[in-house]
């Protein structure tokens, strides 16, 4: 068949390198879990790790002392943790998004890629999760914020957009884990048929919950994967507008405004584009992927980082628009207030990394040079996180009545606590290339097949 | 005629899907009924070759969803108005615009726990153990290897005349399935 | 690695960003180098209804990565856990006995009595109050304190007291935590060792005999202020007993000026006392009479009596203000001008001469206008009889001798000016006193020095030398009785704690000479002892108790029938009948000519420097009150320390930004200290003032700010001449409440002339067509998804009181007394300085000062901005788990134990009136281990917990209150029977609380007028809370108020400002 694999897909480049057959690609794939890590395995891992113990030790601290060792204050009642964590929820929509939104698209390069991407954005969902939690005055009561059965009677304020985020966050979490599992049943029963370790056969095999292949199972298996890609579609698009809404339904001046929810979900696919970008480079470069996980991948990805990139860049526009159309005076003082007052250096952050890099991707050199590649995802995400630095920090800094006015500054644990997170983020990863396949092993073989047609 | 009790089937083993697919469908005519084809990836058409329609599994997700959604909105109605009705920010008890996120987000979570448990059940998994197993070489089934079960309990079942069968459909290799 | 290093490496780290933002090349220190050439460009092209802002976001510049000065101070205030409870009782028991004394039956405070049966009166829970008195430099303001079990835990002022009618000021209200301050000295110390009262008394014992042979020669007594009539009797006495010993005075913020002013024009020693109830026009020479004098808080309530328009009749009184330094009544006044200490006695010769006061001469003010004088001369002639004109502490004698002859010219005499008997033991020259004390001790004249309270050692002027000569081997034996270890008590022989007024018992004189029997209303906590057992020790009466002391005083006075009825009614009114000072007939003896001694204060030429008492610690008194340091300053809004004021102009020439260090030179004396840029500041004219420094306040004050009295000239205590300014190039972190003083042309205050106001009371809504109206909170006719309209609450049960509050803008003067009303009444906890610079601080209710105009000289606006308490409130929508709620009767509730502290409310409030716990500052800023401040506590209100957040609320424990006391009796709750804390202390009224659903409640009526509004209304929050604007009333032929728009000498927010306001020009 390998001679018919030759044909090429849509965009002149191969999803898929020529000449694999059903067995190549299966035996590399596990191979990179049943065989022992590259050191470059062991020196990241040490890295995430490190990372995450500096976030235990601040988060120690933390919940030792009190928020007051962060820099947030009044009126900046909001500040790091909270921009962490809509850079995370951002991140985290990635994943669902190429292997549903794409799936339903019937896009098959996403084949190669949804797996870690789906890994990465339940990692990063996780880290996002930790921070509305570690911001609050008294952590130790989170589930406050929950409806459950108590003596008082009490409930939680469904009113309030954080409630919201609490159900969409959470709901998010758990189908997109229910997607990725499914996604692993089959390549858990072809590790479990592979492995000769007993601890892993047991193990795997009981992730596989007994799957053989079935031609009924598989039809079903199939039905219900549609189903969750069709039920994760807009779920992804409702989780970061309702975090758009946290904002969207404050009246606070520079969040009060209808764009946010299309524009935050625009922002989040871009910067979680970005973030797989970030770490498909080096991944198929140190396990020698490039099979799999060709630049016609690479290329698409930079293209949607151009569309939702440039989207941002429009949302940015429309904002100062709406300033200026509105004829609000609070609303104009903070859109100028953001280019020129304390913290322009962050709007115009914004607008360089976001709105204008990205640009960069309309050469098509650049979108296949995998150096350019990894530098401008990694501007991607610094810009996303200054974004919502400047939503966050710049509105709240000058409101309404002048007397209350007041910088804002961090300290050094705003920085030991993003810092941590993503430690934890790295750590998750690693473990996760270390013990699961991270290109879904059966739909190479669909596609190697398909390909043979 | 008699069926050997210690028999739960008839494997056969083939190298290409097409194969497979061209097997299932000759078994199909020749009338046999309790069989089940394995493939490394969801082979087009098989099922249907296997004689097998159609899942309920869409209708199962739909209730579940409805009933998350359903359940979210009277939870909400139930909190903010009976349960717990008290003056927030001067907005009416029933403020329903302020209600659709977490319906929305609640018939989501029903609708895909649905599909997930659904599948499952309707798989009748997990089960670990299945006699198919049985067979060393069906672990290619999670690689590159296409098979042909053909159960004992299928009335046109007969050791004999089925292995001959399925040795006429040109496959690697014929395996007896021990239960 | 300490979380500061971590916030300045954070901080640079962004400033960093900053400055390479900056394309044009600015400095992130902003305000380093202002752009003066555009700032007056602008300034002359004004135009329009504009505001200007401050000159520099503090917080913008890089002076935030100064290392901050104060790992966070350690506060009185707070503490950790409850008293224990033997502590608790005795201390509790002992206070009952006095609580007792109601009854004039008086348990010897040695015999504890355990708390086993219940005294009546005292029901648990239910405070009683005891009338008593406070006094600052020596003049009584009377007071009823609240005592909780026997612990005082809120003082308010007494409505039968002269000098109080019921208000109080922030010192007033500040005092009770200073009683429990656990720094407070507790033991008598001996040559920095601890020592037994009985050993003091043998070792004094020692030294009588001696001293009586000699007719008392070398017995010094050093006092403060003494209006006590007990105490000078006891010293009348000791004087009697022994001739050659002398008694002398001094008091750091004291009244020489105006006692040497009264004897220039009329020969003797006579009170002014003015009746501002009954002036139409009121001129002050550089005087704030509305704070810090005696009787202020009285002078405050009759001066604004005068101009409440909101009341109906739309009468005002006018005031003109020439002041050095900006006060509180240059902030109120219609007419304000900023000149030089120096120029204000030509300008009142000038007055008295246009007046047609003879010896007067014809002097002519530098730089002020003709116009100007001839508005004040013409307002003055048109109101003989009705005006005042009144001259400052600070001024010399001359100009207060000029302000009689003038008052005398209008005969305003015996209308509203009365001339009375000195309040005063015994008038004297403080300054000759002390000086005359210090060569004394030079020459070794001295062998016993008895320092009866005051601190000496720290607030005479360095270069005086008491300190100096009190160390030195002549003053053979120096005694200090005060309430700390302190300067003083450190550099003497004994010391001996000295108790608390509201531990003591003593009487003293209000500014009009009515006289108050202090009672105390618990037993010394630290064994303090009081100045009149001292005397009575010297007078050979040892162990004589100050009760028994005060009432054979009394008895003398009163005679011995019906004595007890008169006790009695005396203690409990908290004033003595009949006590006020005798008018006196005095004749104006004063040929205008300027005595030799005020000659050399004119002396010379050069920068002037003005010496002012501080608006938070006064002379340094209060330095260890952790409330008061953390008051922001009235006009300022500085705390925790005292900085230079200087003038915009000064800061241009001399090119300082807020927060420099300058070098001062006065009279050859140096001072380090940073400038703080003033609006409204005069020209060559820089202020400091008194009472920071201190190097033993105790654990609050110690190290906090720059010592003035180093550098106040012996001369001339108030202002001096020739003063040398030197930039040093060093910086220090200066910490505001308020970073930004511009309402960036936003309807904050609303404001106007009373002129507008009579021509139509509705002129507000002219240029805001929604305001002060039943709709206010609906200017816009906005779509709603919710069937009812105005998305107001359907469901609302009606309910018998819908609570509200109108605060008006016209009487507020910002003295500041009701910022710790709240803060005692609610538990507030302080934060400290570095927690301030953060903007974390906690107090609930602020006052906003806004500047409009002439960055010279501009308008000032003080808004005191509490929880406004929205029918809409943002504040609760977002709040996920419902911590805060409305309740059945309009309030916003705060339900602390739900809080989770997601801050979340605070950032939706567009009145940022939410404190948030960011740490445990009930833990966290305790003294390690003093758990006597416990005993301050309020008990019907929660002390918060870290993590959670609180604000305003409306005083709901009065309510509640309230709500049970009319419920036992099944009535309706009176108007004016709730007093929200702030309200009670107000010394103007400005804030009036009560149910909106009562017609003929004030606050109901108050919220008709046309002057009402709510702040931020067009959000549609609908505050329960709104403001009524404010009100001036300019003279005729004078620019009304000011409206010229300044920039900001923030290069940033020039910017901005520029580009807002080409935008509405491209409109427009």
């Known amino acids: 068949m390998s001679d018919h694999a030759t044909t090429v897909s849509r965009g002149g480049l191969p999803v898929l390198k020529p000449g694999h057959t059903f067995g190549s690609v299966t035996d590399k794939i596990s191979s990179i879990v049943q065989t022992r890590q590259p050191k470059s395995w062991w020196f990241g891992f040490a890295v995430g790790f490190t990372l995450l113990m500096l976030f235990l030790y601040t988060t120690t601290y933390l919940l030792a002392t009190g928020i007051g060792i962060w820099g947030t204050n009044i009126p900046t009642g909001w500040a790091f943790p909270i921009i962490n964590f809509v850079w995370w929820i951002g991140i985290g929509h990635a994943g669902t998004f190429i292997s549903a939104i794409l799936l339903l698209l019937k896009q098959e390069w996403r084949t190669s890629i949804n797996r870690f991407a789906e890994a990465m954005t339940l990692f990063a969902v996780s880290c996002a999760g930790l921070f509305p939690l570690l911001h609050l005055g008294r952590p130790w009561v989170f589930y406050w914020l929950m409806p459950y059965p108590n003596t008082m009677d009490l409930w939680p304020q469904f009113r309030s957009p954080l409630v919201w985020d609490v159900f969409a966050v959470s709901t998010y979490a758990t189908v997109s884990l229910l997607f990725w599992y499914v996604g692993l049943i089959p390549d858990m029963a072809t590790l479990r048929d592979r492995t000769q370790n007993r601890f892993a056969q047991i193990v795997y095999g009981m992730l596989a919950m007994g799957w053989r292949n079935s031609a009924r199972h598989w039809h079903r298996y199939q039905m219900a994967y549609l189903l969750l890609a069709g039920l994760a579609t807009p779920l992804v698009l409702s989780v970061h507008s309702i975090v758009g809404m946290d904002f969207a339904v404050a009246i606070v001046p520079g969040w009060h405004s209808t764009i946010f929810p299309p524009y935050f979900v625009a922002g989040a696919i871009f910067s979680g584009f970005a973030m797989v970008v970030t770490l498909t480079v080096p991944l198929r470069w140190l396990y020698g992927l490039q099979d799999f996980v060709t630049l016609k991948h690479l290329d698409n990805m930079a293209k949607v980082m151009l569309a939702t990139g440039s989207m941002v860049g429009y949302g940015y526009a429309c904002e100062v628009f709406y300033a200026y159309y509105s004829g609000n005076p609070f609303e104009r003082y903070i859109a100028i207030d953001r280019m020129l007052g304390g913290y322009a250096w962050s709007y115009w952050g914004i607008v360089i990394c976001n709105a204008l890099a990205p640009q960069l991707f309309w050469v098509r050199a650049i979108r296949r040079n995998v150096i350019w590649l990894f530098v401008i995802s990694l501007i991607t995400q610094t810009g996303m996180w200054l974004e919502r630095f400047v939503i966050i920090v710049t509105s709240l800094h000058r409101d309404f009545l002048p007397s209350a006015w007041h910088m804002y500054y961090p300290t050094i644990w705003d920085f030991t606590e993003f810092l941590g997170s993503i430690g934890l983020f790295l750590t998750l990863f690693f473990l996760f290339i270390r013990f699961l396949p991270m290109i879904s092993i059966f739909e190479l073989r669909e596609l190697v097949s398909d390909k043979s047609e | 005629m008699e069926v050997p009790a210690d028999v739960y089937g008839l494997m056969a083993e083939f190298e290409t899907g097409d194969a497979l697919l061209e097997a299932a469908k000759r078994a199909h005519e020749a009338g046999y009924r309790q069989m089940d084809g394995f493939s490394p990836f969801p082979l087009h058409g098989l099922s249907e070759a296997l004689g097998f329609r159609r899942t309920r599994l869409p209708v199962v997700t739909l209730i579940g969803g409805l009933l998350g959604g359903g359940g979210a909105y009277f939870m909400l109605w139930y909190a903010c108005v009976v349960s717990y009705p008290i003056n927030i920010g001067g907005r009416p008890l029933h403020s329903w615009p302020a209600f659709i996120p977490i319906t929305f987000e609640l018939s989501v979570l029903g609708a895909s726990f649905a599909a997930l448990f659904g599948m499952l059940a309707l798989n009748g998994l997990p089960r670990p153990y299945h006699p198919v197993f049985n067979v060393p070489e069906f672990v290619r089934a999670s690689r590159d290897r296409f098979f042909l079960v053909i159960e004992a309990r299928d009335p046109a079942f007969d050791l004999a005349g089925t292995r001959q069968f399925l040795e006429g459909l040109k496959p690697e290799k014929v395996f007896e399935v021990l239960p | ?1068």
């Open chain 3, 1 to 1068: 690695m300490s979380q500061h290093d971590g916030e300045r490496a954070s901080k640079e780290l962004l400033a960093g960003c900053m400055d390479d933002a900056q394309a044009d090349g600015q400095t992130a220190c902003g305000a380093r180098h202002y752009d003066w050439q555009a700032i007056r460009a602008r300034l002359s092209a004004a135009s329009g209804r504009e505001y200007w802002r401050s000159f520099e976001q503090l917080a913008d510049t890089a002076a935030f990565q100064d290392y901050l000065r104060h790992e966070f101070p350690r506060q009185a205030g707070e503490w950790m856990d409850a008293v224990g409870r033997r502590h608790f009782l005795k201390l509790m028991a002992a206070s009952l006995g006095l609580a007792g004394s109601m009854g004039c039956l008086r348990q010897p405070d040695e015999k504890i009595v355990p708390y086993v049966r219940q005294p009546e009166e005292v029901v648990p829970g239910k405070p009683l109050y005891f009338a008593t008195a406070m006094t600052l430099g020596g003049y009584a303001t009377g007071t009823l304190v609240e005592s909780q079990l026997g612990r005082p835990t809120k003082i308010e002022g007494n409505p039968d007291h002269p000098a109080s009618l019921g208000a109080t000021d922030a010192f007033t209200q500040a005092a009770v935590l200073s009683l429990y301050d656990p720094d407070r000295s507790q033991t008598v110390m001996h040559r920095e060792r601890i020592d037994t009262w009985s050993s003091f008394l043998s070792a004094l014992a020692a030294e009588l005999p001696a001293l009586k042979s000699r007719q008392g020669r070398g017995l010094r007594i050093l006092t403060e202020t003494v209006t006590s009539p007990t105490l000078a009797d006891q010293l009348r006495a000791l004087l009697e007993a022994m001739p050659e010993a002398r008694w002398h005075q001094y008091e750091p913020c004291g009244r020489d000026n105006v006692r040497a002013g009264a004897k220039l024009a009329f020969g003797e020693y006579v009170d002014t006392i003015y009746r501002f109830d009954r002036a139409d026009v009121v001129v002050s020479l550089d005087a704030d009479f509305l704070w810090g004098m005696p009787g202020s808080v009285r002078y405050a309530r009759d001066f604004v009596d005068r101009r409440r328009v909101a009341g109906g009749d739309a009468r005002m009184n006018r005031l003109f203000v020439f002041e050095s330094t900006p006060g509180l009544a240059g902030a109120i006044a219609d007419h304000r001008l900023p000149i030089q200490p120096s120029e204000v006695k030509p300008l009142a010769r000038a007055l008295a001469g246009r007046l047609g006061v003879e010896a007067a001469g014809s002097d002519m003010p530098a730089n002020v206008s003709q116009k100007l004088l001839e508005a004040v001369v013409s307002d003055l002639k048109a109101h003989r009889g009705a005006s005042i004109v009144i001259a400052g502490d600070g001024q010399p004698p001359l100009v207060h001798a000029l302000a009689h002859a003038i008052n005398g010219q209008l005969d305003n005499v015996g209308k509203t000016i009365e001339y009375v008997e000195p309040a005063e033991a015994r008038p004297e020259d403080h300054a000759a006193s002390i000086k005359a004390l210090v060569d004394d001790m030079a020459a070794g004249e001295v062998d016993l020095l008895v320092i009866l309270e005051g601190n000496p050692a720290y607030n005479t002027p360095a270069s005086l030398g008491f300190a100096k000569h009190l160390v030195n081997k002549r003053v053979k034996l120096a005694v200090h009785l005060s309430q700390h270890y302190d300067e003083t008590s450190f550099l003497c022989h004994w010391h001996i704690p000295a108790a608390h007024f509201l531990e003591s018992w003593g009487d003293a004189r209000a500014f009009d000479g009515t006289a108050s029997i202090v009672q105390p209303l618990i037993a010394p906590l630290y064994g303090g002892r009081t100045a009149h057992e001292l005397m009575s020790v010297l007078l050979g009466e040892a162990d004589q108790a100050t009760f028994e002391t005060l009432q054979k005083y009394w008895r003398k006075q009163i005679g011995e029938d019906d004595f007890g009825r008169f006790w009695r009614k005396a203690v409990h009114d908290g004033v003595v009948p009949e006590t006020k000072a005798p008018a006196r007939n005095v004749e104006l003896s004063f040929d205008g000519r300027t005595p030799q001694a005020e000659e050399q204060i004119f002396a010379g030429g050069g920068l002037e420097i003005v010496f002012t008492p501080d608006p938070t610690v006064w002379d340094g008194r209060f330095a260890n009150n952790g409330w008061l340091q953390e008051l922001a300053k009235p006009l300022t809004k500085l705390t925790w320390d005292n900085a230079v004021y200087i003038s915009p102009r000064l800061a241009e020439d001399e090119q300082l930004a807020n927060g420099d260090m300058v070098e001062l030179t006065v009279a050859e004396r140096k001072l380090d200290v940073p400038v703080w840029i003033v609006p409204g500041q005069a020209d060559g004219v820089i202020s400091l003032s008194l009472g920071y420094g201190r190097s033993r306040a105790g654990r609050v004050g110690t190290g906090v700010g720059f010592d003035a009295y180093a550098i106040r000239p012996t001369h001339a205590a108030w202002f001096a001449k020739g003063v040398e300014l030197k930039k040093t190039g060093r910086r220090y972190q200066l910490v505001v409440t308020q970073d930004h003083h511009s309402m960036q042309g936003r309807d904050v205050v609303q404001f106007g002339t009373l002129d507008d106001f009579q021509r139509d009371p509705n002129f507000l809504l002219a240029d805001h067509p929604s305001k002060s109206r039943e709709d206010s909170h609906r200017p816009f006719d906005l779509p709603s998804l919710y069937p009812d309209e105005k998305g107001s609450f359907p469901e609302r049960k009606e309910t018998d009181n819908a609570w509200g509050m109108v605060i008006d803008q016209t009487a507020c003067i910002g003295c500041n007394a009701c910022v710790i009303a709240c803060q005692a009444e609610n538990n507030t906890p302080i934060v400290g300085k570095e927690q301030v610079s953060r903007g974390r601080e906690m107090q609930w209710l602020r006052i906003d000062r806004y500047y409009v105009g002439d960055i010279d000289n501009p308008d000032t606006y003080f808004q005191p901005m509490l929880c406004v308490q929205c029918e809409n409130a943002p504040c609760e929508l977002v709040c996920p788990v419902g911590a805060t709620v409305h309740s059945s009767e309009g309030l916003n509730q705060m339900v602390y134990n739900r809080c989770v502290g997601t801050r979340y409310c605070s950032n939706n409030c567009p009145y940022k009136v939410r404190r948030f716990n960011f740490l445990n500052y009930e833990a966290f800023l305790h003294y390690d281990t003093e758990p006597q401040l416990a005993m301050l506590r309020n008990p019907d209100v929660t002390v918060r917990s870290r993590g959670v957040m609180e604000k305003c609320s409306f005083c709901v424990q009065r309510i509640q209150e309230a709500k049970i006391e009319a419920h036992k009796v099944n009535r309706p709750i009176a108007d004016g029977e709730v007093l929200t804390a702030c309200q009670q202390a107000c010394p103007t009224r400005a804030i009036v609380f009560g149910n909106l659903n009562d017609p003929d409640s004030e606050v109901a009526r108050l919220k008709k007028s046309p002057l009402n509004y709510g702040v931020l209304a067009e959000l549609n929050t609908r505050p329960r809370t709104t403001h009524l604007a404010r009100l001036r009333n300019p003279h005729p032929d004078l620019a009304a108020h000011q409206t010229g728009d300044t920039p900001s000498l923030d290069p940033r927010d020039q910017k901005i400002d520029k580009w807002l306001k080409d935008l509405e020009g491209g409109e427009t």
